[in-house]
């Protein structure tokens, strides 16, 4: 029997699983960082999901973890590196919350295209305001999508029902694969260029820079909008702000920050052509399900022998 320490909140299905399979679950869902290193004395396996911070502090804190399990898409918040170095081995659910994240992309465009929050609580003010809010369709648009992985292939194929013109970006994909999406692959300062929409779906890029500052937003069409449901730290806060005030880009909905939660005085949350949300990618009870079986099921068979640590 192994001894697991649950860091955050995770569906009871993927604990159950590992219950029935004999090992002892700790959840630590509302401890301190104090408590949880206390915990991991004697934890053979880790489950987080965004918020921990798996630091190579933590990973001292923990001589006998033979594995990490982070219940999401990406491991951004796991020293790999660090983990590694011990032997231990990173896991995650890379499927899991695919299908959330493509469709909160979707509601969160729609929503700032058809001016829904606005409009909404104008409504609910007591205001009948038709004419005030008119917005735009996606039909007919380009969208360019920059990341064509799990989720950015899947926004593609939705955005075709929606008979949206595509352009993608993403330095890994083939050429042929592409065309076989129907996407035509272009280079990132071509499809700002182009695209009425940009939406992310890219992976962080190396230390951390922002994919998108002010060069590349003066190189978007004039009244284009961004769309980020990716990572936060792919978007350069302060220049988009400018971008949108300027008039440059006529809207962000953005559900990703860097850091999290951002400032509550960030004035970009309060212009009047942002749509956001506070990570809500993955929040829906079929998503949470997924990643919390998968991941569990993965770190059951690492702790079977099924999975060895890298070499």
């Known amino acids: 029997?192994?001894?697991?320490?649950?860091?955050?909140?995770?569906?009871?299905?993927?604990?159950?699983?590992?219950?029935?399979?004999?090992?002892?679950?700790?959840?630590?869902?509302?401890?301190?960082?104090?408590?949880?290193?206390?915990?991991?004395?004697?934890?053979?396996?880790?489950?987080?999901?965004?918020?921990?911070?798996?630091?190579?502090?933590?990973?001292?804190?923990?001589?006998?973890?033979?594995?990490?399990?982070?219940?999401?898409?990406?491991?951004?918040?796991?020293?790999?590196?660090?983990?590694?170095?011990r032997g231990v081995l990173v896991i995650n659910a890379p499927t899991g919350n695919v299908v959330s994240a493509v469709e909160h992309t979707f509601a969160l465009l729609l929503a700032l295209l058809r001016r829904v929050a606005p409009a909404s609580a104008s409504l609910a003010s007591g205001k009948w305001e038709k004419s005030k809010f008119v917005g735009s369709e996606l039909a007919g648009k380009t969208l360019g999508i920059v990341g064509l992985g799990q989720v950015g292939s899947r926004v593609a194929a939705r955005a075709r029902a929606f008979e949206a013109r595509l352009l993608g970006h993403d330095p890994y994909l083939p050429m042929e694969k592409a065309r076989e999406m129907g996407i035509?692959?272009?280079?990132?300062?071509?499809?700002?260029?182009?695209?009425?929409?940009?939406?992310?779906?890219?992976?962080?890029?190396?230390?951390?820079?922002?994919?998108?500052?002010?060069?590349?937003?003066?190189?978007?069409?004039?009244?284009?909008?961004?769309?980020?449901?990716?990572?936060?730290?792919?978007v350069d806060r302060a220049a988009l702000h400018e971008a949108l005030v300027s008039g440059k880009l006529a809207g962000a909905a953005l559900d990703v920050f860097d850091p999290e939660p951002p400032d509550p005085a960030d004035p970009l949350l309060s212009l009047p052509n942002v749509v956001a949300t506070p990570h809500l990618g993955a929040s829906t009870v079929e998503a949470q399900e997924r990643v919390s079986l998968q991941t569990a099921e993965a770190v059951a068979e690492a702790l079977a022998g099924a999975s060895s640590p890298p070499s």
């Open 184 to 234: 035509a692959l272009v280079p990132l300062e071509e499809l700002l260029a182009n695209s009425d929409i940009v939406t992310l779906h890219a992976t962080a890029t190396e230390g951390g820079r922002p994919l998108l500052g002010r060069e590349e937003f003066a190189k978007m069409k004039p009244g284009a909008v961004l769309v980020n449901v990716a990572r936060g730290s792919l």
């Open 1 to 85: 029997m192994s001894r697991i320490v649950v860091a955050e909140d995770i569906s009871p299905a993927g604990l159950d699983i590992l219950r029935k399979a004999g090992h002892e679950v700790v959840e630590l869902a509302d401890a301190k960082r104090d408590r949880l290193l206390q915990e991991l004395a004697t934890a053979d396996a880790l489950l987080v999901r965004s918020r921990t911070k798996v630091d190579a502090a933590l990973l001292a804190a923990g001589p006998h973890l033979s594995v990490v399990g982070r219940a999401g898409v990406g491991v951004d918040n796991v020293d790999v590196a660090a983990a590694s170095a």
